[in-house]
């Protein structure tokens, strides 16, 4: 079992810049496929990005591509998520998921991205930008 912990929300201008880390616990993180997600009032889940069990590979949503970057240390059970270019669309809270089904062998491509494959959340941090 994973427990997952976000930090680094908070309030931030239009075109700033914040990172945020989720903190895993347990002797198991490093074989999870990790993602962000976010979820603004009055909308549905959204994928923001994903990084595979090894961190060689990334995946990034459409609506933060070339602005957000996703990178993980296992060594400290650690994934980040920097975000650059901020913009008020971008505030949410940021949820932090990890997902044992995306690490099997093939399968990251086709499941980072749907939150019904992550098995762990943590309770989520939030991100506002001011306009």
């Known amino acids: 079992q994973v427990q997952l912990v976000e930090s680094g929300g908070g309030l931030v201008q239009d075109g700033g810049s914040l990172t945020l880390s989720c903190a895993g616990s347990g002797r198991t993180f490093s074989i999870y496929t990790m993602g962000w997600f976010r979820q603004a009032p009055g909308k549905e889940r959204e994928f923001v990005a994903a990084i595979s069990w090894s961190g060689d590979s990334t995946f990034h949503g459409d609506s933060v591509q070339g602005r957000f970057t996703i990178s993980r240390d296992n060594d400290k059970n650690v994934v980040a998520l920097q975000m650059n270019s901020l913009q008020p669309e971008d505030s949410a809270v940021y949820y932090c998921?990890?997902?044992?089904?995306?690490?099997?062998?093939?399968?990251?491509?086709?499941?980072?991205?749907?939150?019904?494959?992550?098995?762990?959340w943590g309770q989520g941090t939030q991100v506002t930008v001011s306009s």
């Open positions: 998921a990890a997902s044992g089904g995306a690490s099997l062998p093939g399968l990251f491509a086709s499941m980072a991205g749907r939150p019904g494959e992550y098995d762990y």
